[in-house]
Protein backbone atom coordinates (compact mmCIF):
# COMPACT_ATOMS: atom_id res chain seq x y z
CA UNK A 1 0.00 0.00 0.00
CA UNK A 2 0.75 4.33 0.28
CA UNK A 3 3.14 4.61 2.75
CA UNK A 4 5.04 7.82 3.33
CA UNK A 5 8.31 7.89 5.57
CA UNK A 6 10.26 10.60 7.54
CA UNK A 7 12.86 11.08 9.60
CA UNK A 8 12.87 10.80 13.41
CA UNK A 9 12.95 14.20 15.12
CA UNK A 10 13.46 16.07 16.67
CA UNK A 11 15.54 18.20 14.62
CA UNK A 12 17.02 20.81 17.09
CA UNK A 13 18.98 24.09 15.43
CA UNK A 14 20.54 27.39 16.02
CA UNK A 15 18.79 30.51 14.44
CA UNK A 16 20.35 30.71 10.31
CA UNK A 17 21.01 26.94 10.14
CA UNK A 18 20.50 24.86 6.97
CA UNK A 19 17.46 22.81 7.39
CA UNK A 20 16.78 19.25 5.88
CA UNK A 21 14.19 17.15 6.58
CA UNK A 22 13.93 13.69 4.73
CA UNK A 23 10.71 11.90 3.21
CA UNK A 24 10.43 8.96 1.23
CA UNK A 25 6.92 7.51 -0.16
CA UNK A 26 5.85 3.95 -2.02
CA UNK A 27 2.92 4.57 -4.12
CA UNK A 28 1.53 3.01 -7.30
CA UNK A 29 0.54 5.40 -9.87
CA UNK A 30 1.50 9.03 -9.63
CA UNK A 31 1.19 10.64 -6.67
CA UNK A 32 1.08 14.32 -5.60
CA UNK A 33 3.34 15.18 -2.74
CA UNK A 34 2.85 17.78 0.09
CA UNK A 35 4.51 19.53 2.75
CA UNK A 36 2.15 20.28 5.74
CA UNK A 37 3.17 22.66 8.81
CA UNK A 38 1.39 22.19 12.32
CA UNK A 39 2.11 25.00 15.06
CA UNK A 40 1.36 24.07 18.68
CA UNK A 41 -2.34 23.69 19.24
CA UNK A 42 -3.14 24.59 15.40
CA UNK A 43 -4.41 22.29 12.48
CA UNK A 44 -2.46 21.73 9.48
CA UNK A 45 -1.24 24.44 6.93
CA UNK A 46 -0.33 23.08 3.28
CA UNK A 47 3.15 24.33 2.87
CA UNK A 48 4.06 23.44 -0.37
CA UNK A 49 3.55 20.72 -2.97
CA UNK A 50 4.36 18.99 -6.31
CA UNK A 51 2.36 17.45 -8.23
CA UNK A 52 4.86 15.52 -10.94
CA UNK A 53 8.64 14.15 -11.46
CA UNK A 54 10.73 17.08 -10.79
CA UNK A 55 8.46 19.75 -10.13
CA UNK A 56 9.80 21.86 -7.19
CA UNK A 57 7.49 23.32 -4.16
CA UNK A 58 8.64 26.23 -2.58
CA UNK A 59 7.16 28.56 -0.06
CA UNK A 60 7.90 30.65 2.87
CA UNK A 61 11.65 30.06 2.23
CA UNK A 62 11.03 25.88 2.00
CA UNK A 63 11.59 23.64 -0.99
CA UNK A 64 10.69 20.40 -1.95
CA UNK A 65 11.51 18.45 -5.31
CA UNK A 66 9.83 15.56 -6.30
CA UNK A 67 12.22 13.11 -6.92
CA UNK A 68 10.69 10.15 -9.05
CA UNK A 69 13.68 8.01 -9.60
CA UNK A 70 14.61 7.88 -5.32
CA UNK A 71 10.69 8.39 -4.33
CA UNK A 72 12.13 11.45 -2.54
CA UNK A 73 10.68 14.71 -1.34
CA UNK A 74 13.01 16.04 1.26
CA UNK A 75 12.10 19.13 2.38
CA UNK A 76 14.84 22.27 2.64
CA UNK A 77 15.65 25.69 3.73
CA UNK A 78 18.74 27.52 3.92
CA UNK A 79 18.42 29.70 6.76
CA UNK A 80 15.57 28.89 9.68
CA UNK A 81 14.48 31.26 11.81
CA UNK A 82 12.62 30.30 15.37
CA UNK A 83 9.50 31.09 14.14
CA UNK A 84 9.79 28.18 11.77
CA UNK A 85 9.69 25.65 14.94
CA UNK A 86 6.73 23.39 14.43
CA UNK A 87 5.90 19.66 13.39
CA UNK A 88 6.41 19.45 9.46
CA UNK A 89 4.59 16.52 7.65
CA UNK A 90 5.31 15.03 4.36
CA UNK A 91 1.99 13.49 2.84
CA UNK A 92 0.97 11.82 -0.09
CA UNK A 93 -2.17 11.56 -2.45
CA UNK A 94 -3.26 8.98 -4.63
CA UNK A 95 -5.64 9.88 -7.04
CA UNK A 96 -7.00 6.56 -7.72
CA UNK A 97 -7.35 6.01 -4.35
CA UNK A 98 -10.36 8.28 -3.46
CA UNK A 99 -7.66 11.08 -3.09
CA UNK A 100 -7.10 10.59 0.92
CA UNK A 101 -3.98 12.32 2.02
CA UNK A 102 -1.46 9.68 3.41
CA UNK A 103 0.46 11.12 6.15
CA UNK A 104 4.47 10.74 7.26
CA UNK A 105 4.93 10.44 11.25
CA UNK A 106 5.87 14.34 11.32
CA UNK A 107 8.76 15.86 12.05
CA UNK A 108 9.22 18.19 14.88
CA UNK A 109 11.65 21.30 14.44
CA UNK A 110 12.74 23.19 17.26
CA UNK A 111 14.81 26.38 16.40
CA UNK A 112 16.93 28.53 19.47
CA UNK A 113 18.45 31.77 19.06
CA UNK B 1 -8.82 31.37 0.57
CA UNK B 2 -10.98 28.20 1.47
CA UNK B 3 -11.81 27.76 4.94
CA UNK B 4 -12.99 25.16 7.19
CA UNK B 5 -14.68 25.86 10.57
CA UNK B 6 -14.00 23.18 13.16
CA UNK B 7 -16.22 23.29 16.58
CA UNK B 8 -15.79 23.12 19.20
CA UNK B 9 -11.72 23.49 19.49
CA UNK B 10 -11.45 21.92 22.53
CA UNK B 11 -14.15 19.39 25.30
CA UNK B 12 -13.79 17.94 28.01
CA UNK B 13 -16.52 15.66 28.67
CA UNK B 14 -17.56 12.88 31.01
CA UNK B 15 -17.24 9.10 30.60
CA UNK B 16 -20.01 6.88 28.88
CA UNK B 17 -20.90 10.81 27.34
CA UNK B 18 -21.02 11.49 23.61
CA UNK B 19 -19.33 14.57 22.14
CA UNK B 20 -20.48 16.13 19.07
CA UNK B 21 -17.56 17.72 16.78
CA UNK B 22 -18.84 19.65 13.83
CA UNK B 23 -16.84 20.52 10.20
CA UNK B 24 -17.79 23.05 7.75
CA UNK B 25 -16.91 24.12 4.59
CA UNK B 26 -16.92 28.22 5.03
CA UNK B 27 -17.18 29.20 1.03
CA UNK B 28 -17.56 25.96 -0.82
CA UNK B 29 -18.64 22.62 -1.56
CA UNK B 30 -17.29 20.26 0.02
CA UNK B 31 -18.43 16.31 -1.31
CA UNK B 32 -15.56 15.09 0.18
CA UNK B 33 -14.48 15.14 3.71
CA UNK B 34 -11.49 13.07 5.98
CA UNK B 35 -11.69 13.48 10.15
CA UNK B 36 -8.37 12.34 11.18
CA UNK B 37 -6.47 11.61 14.77
CA UNK B 38 -3.58 12.55 15.87
CA UNK B 39 -2.21 11.34 19.20
CA UNK B 40 0.55 13.45 20.83
CA UNK B 41 3.49 13.39 19.36
CA UNK B 42 2.16 11.49 16.52
CA UNK B 43 1.27 11.59 12.75
CA UNK B 44 -3.01 11.93 11.55
CA UNK B 45 -4.14 9.00 11.32
CA UNK B 46 -6.93 8.92 9.03
CA UNK B 47 -10.23 7.29 10.56
CA UNK B 48 -12.75 7.58 8.00
CA UNK B 49 -13.69 9.91 4.27
CA UNK B 50 -17.27 11.24 4.77
CA UNK B 51 -18.71 11.63 1.43
CA UNK B 52 -22.44 13.80 1.28
CA UNK B 53 -25.33 12.10 1.27
CA UNK B 54 -24.04 8.45 1.39
CA UNK B 55 -22.00 6.11 4.31
CA UNK B 56 -18.55 7.05 5.51
CA UNK B 57 -15.70 4.36 4.41
CA UNK B 58 -14.25 3.89 7.56
CA UNK B 59 -10.55 3.30 7.79
CA UNK B 60 -9.19 -0.35 9.24
CA UNK B 61 -9.60 -0.99 12.33
CA UNK B 62 -11.68 2.27 13.30
CA UNK B 63 -15.22 1.21 15.30
CA UNK B 64 -17.99 2.61 13.20
CA UNK B 65 -20.59 2.52 15.74
CA UNK B 66 -18.39 4.36 18.08
CA UNK B 67 -17.44 7.19 15.47
CA UNK B 68 -20.57 8.05 14.07
CA UNK B 69 -19.65 10.32 11.22
CA UNK B 70 -22.87 12.51 9.58
CA UNK B 71 -22.12 14.45 5.79
CA UNK B 72 -25.98 15.50 5.41
CA UNK B 73 -25.16 18.83 3.02
CA UNK B 74 -22.04 19.88 0.61
CA UNK B 75 -21.14 22.09 3.91
CA UNK B 76 -21.21 20.58 7.14
CA UNK B 77 -19.47 17.15 8.25
CA UNK B 78 -19.83 15.97 11.97
CA UNK B 79 -18.35 13.32 13.95
CA UNK B 80 -19.95 11.92 16.88
CA UNK B 81 -17.57 10.27 19.74
CA UNK B 82 -20.17 7.96 21.23
CA UNK B 83 -20.10 6.50 24.83
CA UNK B 84 -16.95 7.89 24.93
CA UNK B 85 -13.71 6.77 27.70
CA UNK B 86 -10.36 8.23 28.34
CA UNK B 87 -8.83 6.24 26.09
CA UNK B 88 -10.44 7.84 23.27
CA UNK B 89 -9.02 11.41 24.78
CA UNK B 90 -7.33 13.15 21.25
CA UNK B 91 -6.72 15.45 18.87
CA UNK B 92 -9.25 15.10 16.02
CA UNK B 93 -9.15 17.23 13.03
CA UNK B 94 -11.45 17.21 9.80
CA UNK B 95 -10.14 18.04 5.88
CA UNK B 96 -12.47 18.99 3.35
CA UNK B 97 -11.84 18.25 -0.35
CA UNK B 98 -12.89 21.58 -2.52
CA UNK B 99 -13.32 19.16 -5.76
CA UNK B 100 -12.71 22.33 -7.82
CA UNK B 101 -9.91 23.59 -6.72
CA UNK B 102 -7.33 21.02 -7.68
CA UNK B 103 -5.82 23.88 -9.71
CA UNK B 104 -5.24 26.33 -6.51
CA UNK B 105 -2.98 26.77 -4.08
CA UNK B 106 -3.83 24.21 -1.84
CA UNK B 107 -4.79 21.74 -3.84
CA UNK B 108 -8.49 21.16 -2.91
CA UNK B 109 -7.15 20.24 0.95
CA UNK B 110 -8.11 22.63 3.84
CA UNK B 111 -8.09 21.15 7.59
CA UNK B 112 -9.81 22.74 10.39
CA UNK B 113 -7.91 23.80 13.47
CA UNK B 114 -8.54 21.05 15.49
CA UNK B 115 -10.65 19.56 18.50
CA UNK B 116 -9.03 18.64 21.63
CA UNK B 117 -11.19 16.18 23.03
CA UNK B 118 -10.15 14.87 27.14
CA UNK B 119 -12.40 12.31 28.64
CA UNK B 120 -12.57 12.36 32.39
Known amino acids: GNSVTQMEGPVTLSEEAFLTINCTYTATGYPSLFWYVQYPGEGLQLLLKATKADDKGSNKGFEATYRKETTSFHLEKGSVQVSDSAVYFC????????????FGTGTRLQVFP | GAVVSQHPSWVICKSGTSVKIECRSLDFQATTMFWYRQFPKQSLMLMAT?????????EQGVEKDKFLINHASLTLSTLTVTSAHPEDSSFYIC????????????????FGSGTRLTVV
Open chain 1, 91 to 102: ALSDRANTDKLI
Open chain 2, 95 to 110: SARDQMAQGKANYGYT
Open chain 2, 50 to 58: SNEGSKATY
